[in-house]
């Protein structure tokens, strides 16, 4: 089993940038999958970025492509999200998810096993 926690969340102006942090602990010496996903209140979970294990493939929802990016540092056992140019529309709690495995995972989050707690981002217009 894996853990995984959410940090880097907050208060930005739009236009501005944050970067989200998925650290894990527990048996992360087995492949694992990353998505991010987000949920903003009264609507249903999107999908926003996903990467492989080996983070050589990655996926990337058109609503945010070409200003997010996913990444991941298995060193640090850590998969971040950098968000640039926010809109307010991106206000949402961001939630990371790790699916076991080798291959990019699923833009479904109902195939994932794991989940961490969520962080909220909140962009001010």
């Known amino acids: 089993q894996v853990q995984l926690v959410e940090s880097g969340g907050g208060l930005v102006q739009a236009g501005g940038s944050l970067r989200l942090s998925c650290a894990a602990s527990?048996?992360?010496?087995?492949?694992?999958?990353v998505g991010w996903f987000r949920q903003a209140p009264g609507k249903e979970r999107e999908f926003v970025a996903a990467i492989s294990w080996s983070g050589t493939t990655t996926s990337v929802a058109n609503s945010v492509k070409g200003r997010f990016t996913i990444s991941r540092d298995n060193a640090k056992i850590t998969v971040y999200l950098q968000m640039n140019s926010l809109e307010p529309e991106d206000t949402a709690v961001y939630y990371c998810?790790?699916?076991?495995?080798?291959?990019?995972?699923?833009?479904?989050?109902?195939?994932?096993?794991?989940w961490g707690q969520g962080t909220q981002v909140t962009v001010s217009s």
């Open positions: 527990g048996r992360t010496f087995s492949p694992y999958g």
């Open positions: 998810a790790g699916k076991s495995g080798s291959v990019l995972p699923s833009t479904s989050g109902r195939l994932y096993d794991y």
